[in-house]
């Protein structure tokens, strides 16, 4: 069972997501490590099937696997996808020495050959990041594509989209060559460590509950989910415990862009990670939001909760943490649609019959939404069901 107001209190702590690899890469409204983790060890045991239809920053992954249980995920966007993989990724000392070395390569080692891929640069990829933070990013991408080893370039990629964000994401001025540099060589190893304690609680859990999880991260809809568990090499139980955060009805959140300059956008991301984005904004977050609480919203919502019951295990669990830009008008309408899906929800209630949920609080978090203004705060609520 889950103690509401402990989960409260973490819900609405000021403490920071940090630990093990989650410092990786800094996804938009994510998950608390130790939220994550006080609902799988409370609603699933070791060797279970932990399940994220919308993985985002791969919170989840990260602690499904470190508390010993299995894991499946999915998302839409391939940069959610490639940090989640990161972020559970055990990465060798062999492999952080190379990158090391590609990252400190001297300066005509890394100006000789050097391209930017033409779709990247044809297709507006790098529309608005400065020119100094490319002379100095594509020279170690092309050394370390010439390295040919897959370790080497899944390590540096990674590295390379920490640093970068922190460059360039929400920033009005780019630091200096320089200071870049120094960074990566900090951020890389920041990854290595995050890897290593992330390895040395896996393997923990492992001796502690006699199981070796296995993790599958998938670059798909939640909608196909289902079929990647049937093809899954090892076979899963279906799942005890199905954690997530969907998109928000009404509310528009920048998932696939980085904001330079103010609110100058570039989807330089998804050059770093060698990936092509997907159709815009709208492609991630269940629609347009400005037309989300019209129908489409809800009928993409009931799509994917009707086949996720397929996958929940009759006695299961599904948390989810979800937001609304007008809760007291849509919250309603959401929960009419989980129970048109198949579902009950369970929450204590007062002695007037009100439901006792748990609402989280997200200081300095500006969302666009679709009631003509942008509020200070956003305001999540904790949604629990089971199916019926």
Request: proline share 6%; charged share 20%.
């Amino acid at each position: 069972m889950i103690d509401a107001l402990k989960v409260s209190r973490i819900l609405n702590s000021k403490h920071l997501v940090t630990g093990l690899s989650h410092n990786l890469y800094r996804y938009p409204a994510r998950f608390s490590p130790r939220f994550v983790r006080e609902i799988i060890t409370s609603l699933s045991q070791p060797g279970d099937l932990v399940v994220d239809p919308f993985l985002g920053g791969g919170t989840s992954a990260v602690e499904a696997l470190s508390t010993g249980r299995n894991f499946l995920g999915c998302d839409i966007n391939p940069i959610a996808v490639f940090s989640s993989k990161a972020k559970v990724t055990r990465f060798s000392e062999e492999t952080f020495e190379e990158a090391l070395g590609l990252f400190g390569a001297r300066e005509e080692q890394t100006n000789s050959g050097v391209a930017i891929p033409k779709h990247y640069l044809r297709d507006g990829y790098l529309n608005n990041v400065p020119k100094g933070f490319l002379r100095l990013v594509a020279p170690i991408l092309t050394l370390t594509e010439k390295s040919g080893d897959p370790d080497v370039e899944f390590f540096v990629r990674s590295t390379l989209l920490k640093t970068s964000q922190w460059a360039l994401d929400c920033r009005k001025e780019t630091p200096t060559g320089r200071v870049i540099r120094k960074r990566l060589i900090e951020d890389a190893h920041a990854v290595f460590a995050g890897s290593l304690a992330f390895t040395q609680q896996c393997d923990t859990s492992a001796a502690r509950f006699g199981v070796r999880p296995v993790a599958q991260i998938h670059l798909s809809a939640a909608q196909d989910l289902p079929a990647k568990l049937l093809m899954a090499k090892r076979p899963l139980a279906k799942a005890k415990l199905i954690i997530t955060s969907p998109p928000y009805a009404g509310t528009h959140i920048v998932y696939h862009q980085w904001q330079i300059n103010s609110r100058r956008r570039t989807r330089a991301p998804f050059w770093l990670i060698n990936s092509m984005d997907g159709m815009g904004a709208p492609y991630y977050t269940f629609g347009d939001y400005r037309t989300h609480t019209r129908s489409k919203y809800f009928e993409e919502a009931l799509d994917v909760y009707s086949t996720m019951k397929s996958m929940l295990d009759p006695s299961g669990t599904l948390v989810q943490l979800v937001g609304f830009s007008n809760p007291r008008a849509h919250l309603p309408r959401y929960l009419e649609m989980m129970e048109e899906a198949g579902y009950e929800e369970v929450t204590e209630r007062d002695s007037i019959g009100r439901a006792q949920r748990v609402w989280r609080n997200v200081p300095n978090r500006r969302w666009y939404n679709n009631t003509g203004s942008s509020p200070a705060n956003g305001r999540e609520v904790m949604l629990i069901h089971r199916p019926v």
